[in-house]
């Protein structure tokens, strides 16, 4: 059976962190999607266009990741693709209390469905998409914070609603 993992997020924007998560755990899996998620409780920056877009730029050449969207509970689109794993990467301590939860509740609510946590490096461990939107936002160079294959630029364009 293909070993399917979803990561999902609204990655708003996509970071190395994020980046790297994905890039450790290709050994482990067949398929990772990554699953952009509409957040009732979060406002967008970026268009979720120009995310996906992104996101498929830095795994271009890449054919293990696929880029996709979603809206609704993870556990549900997991079902959709007979994913088994949903792939979380935990950069703190009240990260993972967060995560715990979810995937305890996501494994009532699916029990094919497993969490497989990963732990940032520890030199992206103060990186979250928050904070490196507010960087853009206040027009700041968050570069170090992206994908090498970014062009900065492209974050500076006024953002559009989801």
Not at 18 to 25: D, F, M, N, T
């Amino acid at each position: 059976m293909k070993r399917i993992a979803v990561f999902p997020g609204s990655f708003d924007p996509f970071t190395i962190g994020h980046e790297s998560v994905i890039r450790r755990a290709l050994p482990m899996f067949d398929e990772i999607i990554i699953m952009i998620g509409y957040n009732s409780n979060k406002r967008t920056y970026y268009p979720l266009s120009k995310r996906k877009d992104w996101i498929k730029l830095v795994f271009k050449d890449e054919p293990k990741i696929k880029v996709g969207k979603y809206e609704g509970l993870t556990v549900d689109y997991c079902r959709k693709v007979h994913a088994q794993y949903i792939l979380r990467g935990l950069r703190t301590a009240a990260d993972f209390e967060y995560e715990r939860a979810i995937g305890q509740i996501n494994k009532k609510m699916y029990e094919d469905v497993e969490t497989v946590f990963l732990l940032t490096l520890p030199e992206h461990t103060a990186i979250s998409s928050t904070i490196v939107r507010d960087i853009l936002r206040h027009r700041g160079d968050a570069s170090q914070f992206l994908p090498a294959c970014f062009n900065i630029e492209d974050f500076y364009e006024e953002p559009e609603e989801f």
